[in-house]
Structure formats: C-alpha cells, structure tokens
C-alpha cells in the first residue's frame, strides 16, 4: 500500500472523526477533563488543558454537519476506486 495524498486526507478525516464523537460527560469528565466555567482575567492566557477543551467543543461543533459530506465522499471513494 502507498503513501498517497488520498490516505493522508482519509487518516485527517479520522482524526477529526474521533474528536467529534468525544463526550463530556461520559468520557472527558473520567479522565480528568471536566468542563470549567471559570472566567479568566485580562491577559491572562488559558491553560493547554483549556484550549484543548476548547478545541475539541469547537470541532464538535463546527465539524458535525461538513463531517457527514466528507465521510459519504470518503466512502463513496472508497467503493469505487477500492
């Protein structure tokens, strides 16, 4: 099997795939991710755990509907050219 463009675009789709399924609640908050309402004040930065909350409640927010487009692409791909 080759290292083609096509299989790095389908290992990103998968990535963000798995971002997108994570759950708060049943997952995140296990591990030691819970969701934190605290404000933080002026110039102060957030943390990496923080942004990469952030990160993940953006994706699953943003990515949900283009998701399903790529995925049937992906597939479709998939069926036709093996």
């Known amino acids: 099997m080759a290292f083609t463009l096509y299989s790095l675009i389908q290992a990103a789709v998968l990535c963000v795939n798995a971002v ?3 759950h708060e609640e049943r997952f995140l908050s296990k591990i030691g991710w819970r969701v934190d ?19 993940i409640r953006s994706v699953r927010t943003v990515m949900r509907v283009p998701l399903i487009g790529v995925n049937s692409v992906c ?8």
């Open 75 to 82: 597939i479709v791909l998939l069926l036709l050219f093996g």
């Open 20 to 22: 997108a399924v994570l």
């Open 37 to 55: 309402h605290s404000i933080g004040g002026f110039g102060d930065e957030p943390g990496i755990k923080v942004q990469l909350m952030n990160l």
